[in-house]
């Protein structure tokens, strides 16, 4: 059974508002089952080092209730005083959140010092046992909210999930501290020293959390796939001859998408303005964003535009790795293409002969005065000229 239930396009902010909301409910609600469960015990039992994990779960509460929030003023759409959303609401949250977390830890120190010269706890094994279940329902939310963060990618809902599993190490650390104490008495010093040693836990913890979040507000950079799918989409509109500059900026669930778009310079400004509108509807309904783009013009004859164009249209073959040693040589009856085809060295010959009449096909609509002449080269792993896709093959 799933985990998490279908609410539709996570892209879509309402999507994506309702499981941040769900995350932070299942939270409130776990969190403060644990928290009154551990005070309750610690209370009974007299142990600073529960104490301080309860107190720790106290702001839990406080974090699944600002992200709550925070994913209730994300969901908030486009004004004029906010063109792109308010989908950056969860990263300013997310750092409120670490910096709470940070305070959580300092506190659990504070409260483990003043108990240091004289310890006192009172518990039995039934203490651990009731440690572990707490534990256990620790790692559920953290599953559980580690299961959004990937559904979603929400830098404010990682942070919370890491933020559960650390508590749930805690927790690990001070049912073993307490079975320690209860199985040998002489050693109760362990449980003030276990609480300060949970306190400089959470407050690494927070650090890690303010570094994560304030990396994302400040504007992260887009990774190497997410740009090349953007580049593959904008190349297969006819027209392109190749695609340069671009600049993802990410709000949440909404991105902005900056490009260059280069043209043959002969072309008329309203083909030109069509190609814009053709690769801005291309990218708009593949990511699910708002595009812009520029318009280069380049000599419609210039070698490298073309090759650069040829490759490209090669690229967008599924069975195709990268294209390299491509050369260009003009004739007078036309031109003469040769290229290198890196492709799964487990493809078939009847599969690798298809691939090459395709792509020769392909570049044919767009160069038909061109001999397109192909090399397939299978992929072994270990491949010079295009170490990257190799590495990423492999790692596939």
Known sequence: MALLPDYGDTNDPNVRAKYGKLEAKVGLVGNTLVFVGKLLLAIMVASVAILGDSLNHLMDIVVSGVILYSFIVAAKPADVHHPYGHGRAESILAIIVSFLVIAMGVLVIHEALSSLDSPSISADLSTVLLMLVFTAVKIFLALFAFSVARKIDSTAIRADAWNHLSDSMISIAVAVGVAITVLFPAYKILDPVLAIGIGLFVIVVGIKLVYDSAYSLMGNAPDKA??????????QVPGV??????????YGAFKAINMHVRVA??????????IAENVEKAIRETFKTRPLVHIDPVKRHCDQCELDMIEGIAKTFSGVISVHKAMLQHTGDGSIVDMHVLIDGKTSVEKGHKLVHDIMTKVNETFPDHRIDIHLEPCTGNCPAC????????SA
């Not at 997410?226 to 190349?235: G, W, Y």
């Not at 001859?241 to 990410?250: A, C, D």
């Not at 310079?265 to 069509?274: L, N």
């Open 226 to 235: 997410t740009l090349e799918a953007v580049e593959k989409c904008a190349r």
């Open 241 to 250: 001859i190749n695609v340069h500059g671009i600049e993802i900026h990410e």
């Open 265 to 274: 310079e002969t072309m008329g400004a309203k083909d030109a303005h069509e």
């Open 387 to 394: 170490a990257e896709e190799c590495e990423r093959k492999g």
